[in-house]
């Protein structure tokens, strides 16, 4: 089937807008794999140096490039939850590519923090840059010129992004990622939520808050709200880089070793040695991305995506724009609601039908393309299944299911929770932002109110301690942007702001700052652009502004006359505290050349 008529005028507009860059991208793929890359341009001392640990029979087969030799890119670690499973991928990817013919070796590391840990801390600032030092990484891992192909073992917030640029920037090379699935589930997010508010509000201790937040982040595994970590899988199933159904398995699982083997002998199968060579660069192309964007609109993904696509996109000749998301937003219905735009964890819609049932949905409706071409071959169709263990061991895999399992988390096309999709571009004369609707109830997605101004998360925070925060208002959150202090994710303020709109204010935030896709109820008008630091409007807002944010209407204003607002002086602020500690003082570079949200936050250019 193809695509609907309204998703393929924006495709062509991205693919029209993108031709001169993706074709010169195209040349280099071509390049780089006419060059026969890997070990028939070493010389012997090279190509030595690179399999001095091989057995006799591996330095024979690499020697003579008569085997596809696999490149593992591993962000594992053993502190964090999500990449903890990785540790026993390597040797499991090992035996898989021995037992297809082939050879894997490490190619090398990435680091892979955690923006649930450094929320609210100085090493926040470090986290939108990390997916930048994650793509050069892998790259100096690749660098090596020693594989055929590559997979990457990836899962949460910036380093899928990172791994994905990477990937593109080696174009040339088949690509395959491999996830470690979401924890099991702990206690209810709402539960969760609950004590998190009872502690702002001094009414529990903090003995409290750390036990209900160690029943939910509990075990291996991604945190189990839809996040920026499980929108990560969902984009790389529904853009064709996982294999079917293999997104949101628990790890330590049978069935979940058995889809790494198959992941591996599957990348091997697509190198130049084989018949079906397929270069990850040619095979993601401009309907992939928007079919990316579509399973984030459909399931109310994370905020964060709105600049990562635009940064993964870039690695690959594409030019995408908020305006191309706003307006698929536009024509896609939301069809999941997983905590933080529901009760339910990723669990439990993985359980109703997951995103089999929700790819054959949007493949009905025409809201995605089908005839892409993805790691398991031809089209987009053979993507609407669920992945099980068969008896001997292996992956087998059945229709999704015809009917969701809880249509409190996963409904049909024809019984959409909303019309659109969860996230829109706002303009105005306080330049572009996103804001995320889909966790936001209809009667709050519209405010008009006065401005408390702050420039940091804490200024808010304090004001709420002391007592500050009363009637309706909007919170003005600056210089919080990539070239500020690396626009860190400004997630603590959504409890604070949370316990105001229960108690009956109408309130609001407008920041260049993030908020990531644990965004919540209360709207939020986020990445401001121009930031504060470039001058950009948001910097000319003064405390008891009427500021207005209507996100049906997709406006941001301030209610100022227009000959005054001009010519007011932009504020300044004090951020030589964001310049040392904790690692900063090494991202000055960074922050000097990180590009504008809307253009991805790049230090790439």
Not at 103 to 116: H, L, S
Not at 586 to 604: P, Y
Request: hydrophobic share 40%; charged share 20%; with cysteine.
């Amino acid at each position: 089937m193809t695509a609907r008529s309204d998703i393929e005028a924006i495709t062509s507009r991205i693919r029209e807008r993108s031709r001169a860059s993706r074709e010169t991208y195209l040349g280099r793929i071509e390049a780089a794999s006419s060059r026969v890359a890997n070990r028939g341009v070493l010389s012997c001392g090279n190509l030595a140096h690179g399999f001095a640990v091989c057995s006799p029979s591996e330095k024979v087969a690499l020697g003579g490039d008569r085997v596809p030799n696999l490149g593992i890119i591993t962000s594992y670690n053993d502190m964090l939850s999500a990449h903890q499973p990785f540790e026993t991928y390597p040797q499991l990817i090992k035996q898989a590519a021995t037992e297809a013919g082939g050879i894997a070796q490490v190619a090398g590391g990435v680091p892979a923090m955690c923006d649930g840990v450094t929320q609210g801390q100085p090493g926040m600032e470090l986290s939108l840059f990390s997916r930048d030092v994650i793509a050069m990484a892998a790259a100096i891992g690749l660098s090596h010129n020693m594989f055929d192909a590559a997979v990457y073992l990836g899962v949460c917030d910036k380093i899928v992004p990172g791994l994905v640029i990477a990937a593109l920037t080696f174009g040339h090379l088949p690509a395959v990622f491999i996830p470690a699935g979401p924890m099991t589930s702990g206690i209810p997010n709402d539960e969760k939520a609950r004590v998190r508010q009872l502690y702002a509000e001094g009414k529990c201790g903090r003995a409290e808050l750390l036990e209900a937040e160690s029943k939910s982040y509990h075990g291996p595994g991604t945190c189990t709200f839809y996040g920026t970590a499980n929108s990560n899988q969902m984009l790389m199933e529904i853009m064709g880089l996982h294999t079917p159904g293999a997104s949101f398995v628990n790890p330590g699982t049978p069935l979940r070793d058995a889809l790494t083997r198959e992941a591996t002998k599957r990348a091997l199968s697509l190198t130049a040695m084989g018949n079906a060579y397929t270069p990850v660069g040619r095979m993601i192309d401009e309907r992939s991305f928007v079919n990316g964007i579509v399973g984030l609109h459909a399931t109310g993904g994370s905020t964060n995506h709105t600049i990562h696509l635009i940064a993964m996109a870039a690695a690959a000749g594409i030019k995408l724009t908020w305006q191309d998301i706003s307006d698929l937003s536009e024509a896609v219905p939301l069809l999941a609601r997983v905590y933080p735009n529901g009760l339910s964890d990723v669990n439990h819609f993985h359980a109703a039908g997951g995103l089999g049932f929700m790819i054959r949905e949007l493949l009905d409706a025409g809201l995605l393309h089908e005839d892409v071409q993805t790691v398991w071959g031809e089209g987009l169709r053979p993507y609407t299944v669920e992945a099980k263990l068969g008896s001997d061991g292996s992956v087998v895999r059945e229709a999704a299911p015809a009917t969701s399992g809880d249509e409190k988390v996963l409904v049909p096309v024809k019984q959409a929770f909303q019309a659109t999709g969860g996230l829109k571009v706002l303009a105005g004369n306080l330049g572009h932002a996103i804001i995320k609707t889909s966790a936001v109830k209809p009667e709050r997605r519209v405010i008009e109110a006065p401005a408390k101004v702050f420039h940091s998360q804490q200024g808010l925070n304090d004001a709420f301690k002391a007592g500050e925060l009363t009637g309706d208002f909007v919170a003005v959150i600056r210089f919080q942007g990539p070239k500020a202090n690396g626009m860190p994710e400004l997630h603590k303020l959504t409890t604070v702001l949370g316990i105001l709109q229960d108690r009956g204010q109408r309130v609001a935030l407008v920041t260049d700052g993030r908020m990531s896709g644990a965004s919540g109820k209360v709207p939020a008008a986020i990445h401001v652009t121009p930031e504060a630091l470039e001058d950009g409007p948001i910097a000319r807002v003064h405390d008891g502004d009427i500021v207005r944010l209507d996100g049906e209407a997709g406006t941001l204003e301030v209610l100022v006359p227009a000959n005054e607002f001009a010519v007011r002086p932009s504020a300044s602020a004090d951020l030589s505290e964001h310049e040392f500690g904790l690692g900063r003082e090494l991202f000055a570079g960074f922050r000097q050349m990180a590009g504008r949200a809307d253009h991805g936050a790049s230090a790439f250019g």
